[in-house]
């Protein structure tokens, strides 16, 4: 049975930064691609970021250039730095994981979630 946890949300102020991690059992970020999400109350849920098997990464555009998305494979974590954040980016933020080599943003290619960790921003 595959476990996805993400862990490393918190408050921070506009302009701060937040490092989340995620560590799934029964699975390998090594040989797969991963990614994260975030959901906003009252919206829908968005891709922010996702990584390759070889470790090629992709960024909705308004992350590009403050975020960062990484893996471990040695620690079979996968990590998304945060850097520059909005308030507007308030939100649950969600570990996902799927099988192959090629990612992309939208949610139908992810097969495993993790529950989710909060992220505030505030101004």
Same mark, same amino acid.
């Given at each position: 049975q595959v476990q996805v946890v993400e862990s490393g949300g918190g408050s921070v102020q506009a302009v701060g930064s937040l490092r989340l991690s995620c *560590?799934?059992?029964?699975?390998?970020?090594?040989?797969?691609? !991963?990614?994260?999400?975030r959901q906003a109350l009252g919206k829908?849920?968005?891709?922010v970021a996702c990584i390759e098997r070889v470790g090629t990464e992709m960024y909705a555009d308004s992350v590009k250039g403050r975020f960062t998305i990484s893996k471990d494979n040695a620690k079979n *974590?996968?990590?998304l730095e945060m850097n520059n954040l909005k308030p507007e980016? *308030? !939100?649950?933020?969600?570990? !996902? !994981?799927?099988?192959?080599?090629l990612c992309g943003l939208s949610e139908r290619r992810f097969v495993y979630w993790g529950q989710g960790t909060q992220v505030t921003v505030s101004s």
């Open positions: *560590t799934a059992s029964g699975y390998t970020f090594g040989t797969n691609f !991963a990614g994260w999400f829908e849920r968005e891709g *974590t996968l990590y980016e *308030t !939100a649950m933020y969600y570990c !996902a !994981a799927g099988y192959g080599w």
